[in-house]
């Protein structure tokens, strides 16, 4: 099975930061993968796919880019509802299973 | 607007079984792949398992293959999941998501998600 990484698994930072998380993936994805945000309490919900596509009504400071291994999220200026986990996924395996990388934390600094 | 309400969840001894639902709504079910997605306490997304739009084609994860059978009811525009021989380590919320397409298309996604439903094995 494809194993997604993401890095940091933590990190803090005040609003108006400009903020990066990576995913790499095991081998080669192409550009089949996919970021959500999940709040704590709540269902994930998806920012980013293809790599690069912002999902419907998704904040334009999100953005995704990466193709192949390695794959980055970026926040261009964090807002107060930003602070969250968030999560890549990869939907290249076929058959199945669409693995989820660990995560990271997003807190505020 | 697209509605999925996962039901079943509770405590059961581990070795026993359970059935979660999914009440979907506010789209054309029978059109659309479906997966369940679990999470630990404290821990972070672990993919389960997919349906295809007609049920015919099914995937699972190593972690659950051979115990869990995921299965739907277009008729009733619900999703299940059969869990056999529970452990321990099969605690989680487990959601119920949406595919973006009917059938395991690579470069897919999971655009609506439910609330999830708990359950917990322990004796």
């Known amino acids: 099975d494809i194993q997604m990484t993401q890095s940091p698994s933590s990190l803090s930072g005040s609003v108006g930061d400009r903020v990066t998380i990576s995913c790499r993936a095991s081998?080669?994805?192409?550009?089949?993968l996919n970021w959500y945000q999940q709040k704590p309490g709540k269902a994930p919900k998806l920012l980013i796919y293809?790599?690069?596509s912002l999902q419907s009504g998704v904040p334009s400071r999100f953005s995704g880019s990466g193709s192949g291994t390695d794959f980055t999220l970026t926040i261009s200026s964090l807002q107060p509802e930003d602070f969250a986990t968030y999560y890549c996924?990869?939907?290249?395996?076929?058959?199945?299973?669409?693995?989820f990388g660990q995560g990271t934390k997003l807190e505020i600094k | 607007q697209v509605q999925l309400v996962e039901s079943g969840g509770g405590v059961v001894q581990p070795g026993r079984s359970l059935r979660l639902s999914c009440a979907a709504s506010?789209?054309?079910?029978?059109?659309?792949?479906l997966h369940w997605v679990r999470q630990a306490p404290g821990q972070g997304l672990e993919w389960v398992a997919i349906?295809?739009?007609?049920?015919?084609?099914?995937y699972y994860a190593d972690s659950v293959k051979g115990r869990f059978t995921i299965s739907r009811d277009n008729s009733k525009n619900t999703l299940h999941l059969q869990m056999n021989n529970l452990r321990a380590e099969d605690t989680a919320v487990y959601y119920c998501?949406?595919?973006?397409?009917?059938?395991?298309?690579?470069?897919?996604?999971?655009?609506?998600w439910g609330q999830g439903t708990l359950v917990t094995v322990s004796s």
């Open positions: 293809a790599a690069s």
């Open positions: 996924q990869q939907s290249y395996s076929t058959p199945p299973p669409y693995t």
């Open positions: 349906i295809s739009y007609g049920g015919s084609n099914t």
């Open positions: 998501a949406r595919d973006h397409f009917g059938g395991l298309v690579r470069g897919t996604m999971l655009n609506y």
């Open positions: 081998q080669s994805i192409s550009s089949y």
């Open positions: 506010g789209f054309t079910f029978s059109s659309y792949a």
